[in-house]
């Protein structure tokens, strides 16, 4: 079908006195059209009056559709089944232009901010190659709506301890606080309720209470409330990450903040200004920062074990020997882990960013050349059997190298049967063991069990059982 503007050209060259064949040439439309619009002699496009062929059948739609939940291919097998046949494009042109199923269209709002008014952040997944190995992350990202400036770094997770050290290393990136930060309804902020009936967990809303910002969230499902965060992750995924690989945590963000101070001080279309140039007007309204901010930090108690080392997210990290068994604090930081005995006795390590199984020995806790680890006492079990039997010592200590269970439950076991069995059956059956090799204790209970038999209990030999 023409439409108005094919239709006035038509007719404008008509007018100049263009023949019909050229007026058809020129537009590529046949002259039979060209006919048709001149005869009409008229600019409007005439209403399509053709009747639709789902009309005669929309009860039966509406009434399939709450039936179907919605569903327009059960809705067009079951109008097939009660003898109506629609093709489905036509079943689902005609409940678009009528608005059947779905909700009516709205326009995408814009939102406008004052200098300094808001802080929106958010998180990611992201892969990347770090050490050698992919590996996924979480992307932390916080951007200034009125300058857009942005900052970000990344994590192996994303919980409360990270985002205090985010938050603090953006509001130190932005040299102040903003009046909010939006958040997008994460429970490591959220206690409860979403939107605007959002409460937060009090450590969060103590902490923005240090910086002089509260945190705020978005209704639920309104996503674009938050664009101005939203939008940079797609930039992040395809260019920072784009062909990059990393050494090290510290390298990544590095990078990260390296990449973050380029990007600001780029002309950006959308905005028709340099973010960096807008942050100019935008701190003087930011509020300042505290003279002295705190480190963040997270505590925790453990036990110095055996070998002289503390536990912590799977890594384990030196102390003294003379701590051995002792309880102590310990202070985990962004970059450090403090251990503390009291106050005068403190240990710091670098901390490792993920669970990583590994031990880290500081070489002042390094036991004297030819001393080693102290050895922990013999197990109690075994120091019990040989006070009680000394003669098996040698067994013992051929069970707890060749035998088949952990050493711990075989010394356990034969604790018992020293222990409920009588002497001189026990010590026979071990004997006879040792000399062949034999380190199974089901089987020596046996062995036991046969000698205290015929030893300790007389056995009947009339077979007929006849007693007086």
Known sequence: ML???QRITILELNTQGVSKREIARVLNVSRLTVRKVLRANSTVVPALLRPEKAEPHRQQVLELMNTCKGNLVRVREELAASGVDLAYSTLTAFCRRHGIGQPPAVAVGRYQFLPGEELQHDTSPHQLELGGKRRKVQTASAVLAYSRMLFFQMYPSFQRFDCKVFLTEALRYFHGAPQRAMIDNTHVVVLRGTGREMVPVPEMAAFAERFGFRFVAHERGDANRSARVERPFWFIETNFLAGRTFASW??????????????????????????????????????????????????????????????????????????????????????????????????????????????VLLAQHRPPRGQGSPRPDPRPEEALILKTAPEIADYVAALKQRSHKLVVFALRQLWRLVREYPREPLLAAVREAARYGLYDLDRVERMILRRVARDYFLLDDDPGGNHE
Request: with cysteine; hydrophobic share 35%; charged share 30%.
């Open 3 to 5: 439409s108005q503007q």
């Open 250 to 359: 510290q390298d990544l963000n590095q990078q990260a903040r390296q990449w973050c101070d380029r990007v600001n001080a780029t002309y950006k279309k959308y905005l028709r200004a340099v973010p960096r140039e807008l942050f100019v007007l935008e701190q003087p309204h930011l509020r300042p920062l505290p003279v002295w901010i705190p480190e963040v930090y997270r505590v925790h108690e453990r036990l110095v074990d055996v070998e002289g080392y503390v536990a912590l997210h799977s890594n384990r990290y030196s102390v003294p020997l003379a701590w051995l068994g002792r309880r102590v604090e310990v202070r985990e930081t962004k970059d450090k882990v403090e251990i503390q005995l009291d106050a005068r006795s403190l240990v710091t390590h670098e901390r490792i960013a993920e669970a990583e199984h590994q031990r």
